[in-house]
């Protein structure tokens, strides 16, 4: 008798297009003997599969356990349909669905294929910038709607000559269905501009060993390129863009060549040369092979990527083989993403301009993130590479917009089980991040098809977010708390429910009683918290410019710590404050009046930097904590006094007396890196102590840490580590920044009512 044929219609949803899915789909298909279709849809990637009945079955399992390497799998549902007697198995054309449920590729690193072809100089493909094909190139940042087809790109003005067409049409061939696929003799093209705009013949390579500057045209936006050797063209480089101490990322030729600067463990190389290709914080090996004071001064890591486009190869050769590469915007502006709008804003600080005509779509500057001591990522920045992948939360949700905060904003969607954080929008009070920041919005919409029921913001009342959610009629609003937002973000994360207990330490946030909370213990979850303790309130006086002198800080916590003599000490630890400057401000901090008080863990950092002399400016955010962590000691042990009382229903941690003590140290001649440690380990110490306390009274010991101060890793592994020992669990933050990068995820978790 002879075998009966059936037929399965199968969809899969997830990153399944602009990743050679529907080539490995027609693969099996013929490998298994399976007539049919596959197309993609606004919704996945639709099957339509006839066989016997092991074939069928064997096939569609291996769809599913044997996905193309950069494909992610979120749903496959297969349902059995009359079989319609298909004769062969074809790719056929995209087709609408009114639910969207795909999801757009990120961007993907130049693989080893084409990079063997860009240099290979019989392929027809040498040194072309712009190769790529299924398993690699731009997707997020040239993509305007789904399905991803061409027509849908910015690739759309570039038709495919009839190689690339036979290349595309060819179910055999890498470049099957790559929608980007292109040559020199169709594609994009590569341009070398002087400062006026003019088109000139020169090597870039030779442009940069020479000493120039070049602005660089890459996947997501422009970069400012220059040999990372060169003293004179770092130094023309950091006088030109105003940025007076804030490091530069290098872009090393290859793995060895960075190796020649940096320590770099199995996991950091496995970063490096993943297909998302992101900026690698590295501990550099002090060689005396860079001028470290130039690229990262008063730090010992370095940002380091490898080349991720071909482009990029094109700038390397035998002797060039590490480039300062950081984004060519102009200080706290968005990324500069259009030709003309380079030659004008970068005029002056660039010496030539590498463009093409080739238009990026969505802006996306380069992720940036570190491993912890225990192998983990570490977000500081989450963006290329990364943008627009989903984050899995427990549950379905409502579809929420959740707004971020007002510096290093992200927003965040939701979809189903899904949270999709926007890329990198900076510092909203700047007027162009926030013109960005609204285009994001309506094309995230479009991507997700999606139309939110709710908006989250920030409890802070003069957020530019939150005035805009105001303003949003027919709408729910929810504002939630900062730190609330960020304990979320870590359980979101962490797929964590019910009540935990959070360590939230930054810089600030607008707190429920009016004050800048930042140094915050929570119990909570995503319905609400509770504020179990913090630290003691100290003075705030003029807010905002406090944060950029923390010699003021250090000022504020002497004179708190001993009274009137605290002026006599800064008089001899704070040489940059003038007499008077000592006596105003100390008169605002025993007056107090209308000052703003503050809990914040950031303004401590700051102040004891400033005391110890590492920082007295933050010339970028966090720059005196970042130059305090390096500048410790780590062999140091041991830990300075401290006070946890309850006042009422809330712990007060009460740093004032490790001041006493620390003040005694530096008098007496002790190293001031020991005395930087013990500070590191004095909150530790505190830290600990105070979550035992508070597992005693509520019974949790589940702990999530989040806020910009865990990005200081000796804080981050000595509070892990020793809340380990006392039989915590804890959890951090591994898929978005622990900074306010990550907070639009919280508040998407809180704002969201999980469906049943």
């Known amino acids: 008798m002879e075998e009966e044929v059936r037929s399965f219609r199968i969809r899969i949803t997830g990153i399944v297009q602009g990743v050679g899915f529907r080539p490995h789909v027609y693969r099996l298909a013929c ?48 349902k059995e349909i009359t079989p319609r007697g298909f004769t062969d198995f074809t790719i056929r054309h995209s087709q609408n669905e009114s639910e969207k449920g795909v999801m757009i590729s990120p961007d993907i690193a130049v693989c080893q294929d084409c990079k063997r072809e860009v240099t290979d100089p019989k392929d027809r493909r040498y040194r072309y910038p712009f190769t790529n094909c299924t398993n690699c190139g731009p997707r997020f940042t040239i993509i305007k709607d789904v399905p991803y087809d061409r027509d849908k790109t910015t690739m759309a003005p570039f038709p495919m000559c009839e190689d690339c067409r036979r290349e595309y049409e060819d179910p ?27 088109e000139v013949h020169r090597d870039p390579i030779e442009l940069l060993k020479a000493g120039y500057i070049l602005a660089v045209k890459g996947l997501g936006g422009f970069h400012l390129a220059a040999d990372a050797k060169n003293c004179d063209a770092i130094r023309s480089l950091r006088e030109r863009k105003k940025r007076e101490a804030k490091p530069f990322a290098v872009m090393a030729r290859d793995v060895e060549a960075a190796r020649l600067y940096c320590h770099i463990n199995p996991v950091e190389e496995q970063w490096l040369t993943s297909p998302s290709a992101p900026i690698v914080i590295l501990e550099r090996n002090w060689d005396g092979l ?38 060519a915007n102009v200080t706290d502006e968005p990324l500069i993403t259009d030709n003309n709008e380079a030659l004008f804003k970068l005029r002056g600080i660039a010496d030539y301009f590498v463009v093409h005509n080739r238009d990026i779509y969505n802006p996306c500057d380069d992720s940036v993130m570190r491993v912890t001591p225990v192998g983990n990522p570490q977000f500081l920045r989450r963006a290329r590479g990364f943008v627009p992948r989903g984050i899995k939360l427990p549950g379905n ?63 802070h009342p003069d957020y530019q977010t939150t005035i805009w959610a105001e303003k949003q009629l027919g709408i729910d609003r929810v504002a939630v708390q900062h730190h609330h937002a960020h304990l979320a973000a870590a359980m979101a994360e962490n797929g964590l429910e019910g009540e935990v207990l959070g360590v939230i330490c930054d810089g600030a946030g607008w707190g429920t009683d009016g004050a800048v909370w930042g140094f915050e213990f929570l119990k909570g979850d995503r319905r609400g918290f509770t504020r179990l303790g913090h630290l003691r309130y100290v003075p705030l006086p003029g807010g905002d410019a406090t944060a950029k002198r923390p010699y003021r800080m250090a000022l504020v916590y002497l004179l708190e710590a001993l009274g009137d003599r605290g002026c006599e000490v800064a008089r001899r630890y704070l040489p940059v404050m003038t007499g008077e400057e000592i006596e105003i401000l100390g008169h605002q901090v025993r007056k107090r009046g209308n000052v703003m008080k503050t809990s914040s863990c950031g ?52 740093i004032l007396p490790m001041w006493v003590e620390m003040i005694k140290d530096c008098e007496s001649g002790k190293d001031p890196r020991e005395t930087a440690m013990k500070f590191h380990l004095t909150l530790v110490a505190a830290m600990t102590d105070a979550l035992k306390r508070m597992r005693d009274e509520t019974g949790l010991e589940r702990v999530v840490l989040s806020g910009g101060v865990f990005y200081n890793q000796i804080l981050l592994e000595k509070v892990r580590e020793q809340l380990k020992k006392q039989g915590f669990r804890v959890y951090q933050h591994t898929q978005v920044p622990p900074g306010d990068g990550g907070i639009s995820l919280g508040q998407a978790y809180v704002a969201s009512e999980v469906k049943r």
């Open 31 to 78: 490998e298994h003997g399976i007539r049919g279709w596959v197309l993609n849809s606004s919704n996945g990637v639709l099957i339509e599969a006839e066989g016997y009945a092991e074939s069928l079955h064997d096939f569609t399992r291996r769809l599913v356990e044997e996905p193309p390497p950069l494909a992610v799998i979120k749903t496959c549902d297969v």
């Open 172 to 198: 055999g061939h890498r470049r099957f269905h790559a929608q980007p696929n292109a040559c020199p003799v169709c594609g994009p093209r590569l341009y070398v501009l002087d400062s006026e705009g003019r």
């Open 290 to 327: 860079l001028p470290d004071d130039l690229i990262h001064p008063g730090i010992d890591t370095i940002g380091v990527m490898l080349p991720y486009t071909p482009l990029h190869y094109l700038l390397f050769d035998d002797e060039l083989e590490l480039l300062i590469m950081t984004s």
């Open 397 to 459: 949700t409502r579809t929420v917009l959740a707004l971020g905060g007002e510096l290093k904003n992200t927003f965040c969607m939701t979809r189903g089980d899904e949270a999709f954080l926007s890329q990198h929008w900076g510092d909203l009070n700047n007027y162009s991040n926030w013109v960005k920041f609204l285009e994001g919005i309506p094309r995230f919409k479009k991507m997700l098809a999606v139309e939110p029921e709710v908006i989250a913001h920030d409890l």
């Open 603 to 654: 303004r401590l950092f700051d102040a004891v930097s400033a005391f110890l002399g590492v920082c007295y400016l933050n010339r970028y955010e966090g720059q005196a904590a970042v130059e305090l962590e390096a500048f410790a000691d780590t062999k140091t042990a041991g830990h300075y006094p401290y006070s946890l009382k309850k006042e009422g229903e809330i712990w007060q941690l009460d």
